[in-house]
């Protein structure tokens, strides 16, 4: 068609892609694809392909494509105030009501929302309130940050470095000094095969405590970490994980940052992750599930006891030096007002948790005994499938094969979106909440038919 081939050529002069490889794109080696509408949990490119998006965008448009609730909310928002700062007590009736249902959500011991764009601003607005913090206890040299190794938590220079994934710090001069990783709960890739998962709790917890004992906890600041691995992985954590970390942190006195930008909202079937697994954070960082991505909008929670250290640094200091223009836009608000409730009205947080349960059940029933997959995995509406050369070893495919990759273009030209995640031949799911039987089923289906496909 004419106008997808202008369009191709306006893409490669002119549009810088996250995520891409720049050259390959540059080169027609990567073919673009316009996504032009969405219905359910369904979207449509201007060739005509109408995809089954089993990723929900990126993890993301938790209450499906084509809400008109949602768009109506923005577009009313949009003729009454289409923008507004949050500077110096400013609010509009969008942000005002949003934070007031955030907070009702939010656990008991939370305080505050501080509103901004994405879940990588949110953490970056997280790590200088909790340097803010310290420096107001009079603890100065207490800034360092542990995060783990597979964890995500945004692309910016701090957020970049607390991400522990190779691709998000070559040739950036990342991680920062102040950033610091320890194991992640990665229990398939545990580094003795004999260990039970009481044994990797265990071997994880001396790690950490082997670092803090390196560092010294009084410059240990926080420790950040998401409730479940997302692009890590798609990773539960073992049973007992979170309680014997938090253990540590507590007597440490370091701060507990949980990174629910994936989890937050219903996508394990409770609110937050935290409640899920037990946490009880100093910050919750939000984002995706806020507005199920109809407007750019993120969060960060504080708890009480960092709220009261917030005010009493004022009292010494006047007002905070920390906001964005466009914090808390009234628009991103009005979607996520109208968002949330959605999530309420349809009951699809119970919904999540229901079909999650099916969709893992049936994504193990027909992939858990193939020669190449050497787990199934999942929580929630979360699941994910990770291919390996020799089951009985751990023994991994040369990277250079991309068998990820590979898999999951086969289920695309089936006409089902999955992710290929980094650092790993693994298959990710995490589909929309509206996500029907019917439809978990065929995701199955094909994603079995792609993996006998590329390995047989």
Request: hydrophobic share 45%.
């Amino acid at each position: 068609m004419l106008t997808n081939d202008t369009l191709a050529q306006w893409d490669r002069d002119s549009f810088f892609h996250p995520s891409t490889h720049l050259a390959e794109f540059a080169r027609g080696n990567i073919a673009p694809r316009v996504v032009i509408g969405g219905q359910g949990c369904h979207i449509t490119d201007r060739d005509g392909n109408r995809l089954l998006d089993a990723f929900a965008g990126l993890y993301c448009v938790n209450v499906g494509y084509g809400r008109t609730e949602i768009a109506d909310a923005i577009a009313d928002q949009a003729r009454e105030l289409a923008y507004y700062h949050a500077y110096v007590g400013h609010g509009t009736e969008a942000s005002i009501t949003l934070a007031k249902m955030v907070m009702d959500r939010a656990p008991a011991h939370m305080s505050k929302v501080y509103f901004g764009l994405s879940g990588s601003d949110a953490n970056e607005t997280n790590i200088k309130l909790i340097w803010y913090y310290n420096n107001i206890l009079g603890r100065p040299e207490k800034k360092k940050i542990i995060s783990r190794w597979r964890g995500y938590h945004g692309s910016g220079l701090m957020t970049g470095s607390l991400t522990g994934l190779q691709l998000f710090h070559q040739k950036f001069d990342l991680p920062l000094a102040q950033v610091l990783h320890t194991e992640a709960p990665y229990f398939y890739r545990r580094p003795d095969p004999s260990m039970d998962e009481a044994g990797f709790v265990a071997h994880c917890v001396a790690e950490l405590e082997a670092l803090i004992a390196r560092e010294g906890a009084d410059t240990i600041a926080a420790f950040i970490g998401e409730p479940v691995l997302g692009t890590g992985g798609l990773v539960p954590p073992p049973a007992g994980y979170w309680q014997a970390i938090q253990a540590v942190l507590k007597r440490h006195d370091i701060l507990l940052v949980a990174d629910e930008v994936v989890t937050g909202f219903g996508r394990l079937g409770t609110i937050f992750g935290s409640t899920h697994y037990g946490l009880e954070p100093d910050f919750i960082t939000i984002a995706k599930g806020l507005t199920s991505a109809y407007a750019p909008l993120s969060g960060s929670i504080v708890s009480d006891r960092v709220w009261k250290v917030l005010e009493q640094g004022t009292d010494e200091n006047g007002p905070i030096g920390h906001g964005w223009t466009y914090s808390a836009h009234p628009i991103g608000a009005a979607a996520g007002v109208a968002n949330l409730q959605l999530i309420d009205k349809l009951g699809m947080v119970e919904a999540a948790g229901r079909m999650g349960a099916f969709f893992n059940a049936a994504l193990r029933e027909a992939l858990a005994d193939h020669h190449h997959v050497g787990e199934v995995r999942g929580e929630g509406l979360l699941a994910a499938v990770e291919f390996v050369e020799d089951r009985e070893t751990r023994r991994f495919f040369d990277p250079a094969r991309k068998i990820g990759p590979q898999v999951a273009a086969a289920l695309l030209a089936k006409g089902v979106i999955a992710r290929a995640m980094p650092q790993g031949d693994i298959l990710g799911f995490a589909p929309p909440f509206c996500l029907t039987q019917a439809e978990a089923e065929e995701v199955v289906a094909k994603t079995a038919d792609a993996v006998r496909e590329i390995l047989g």
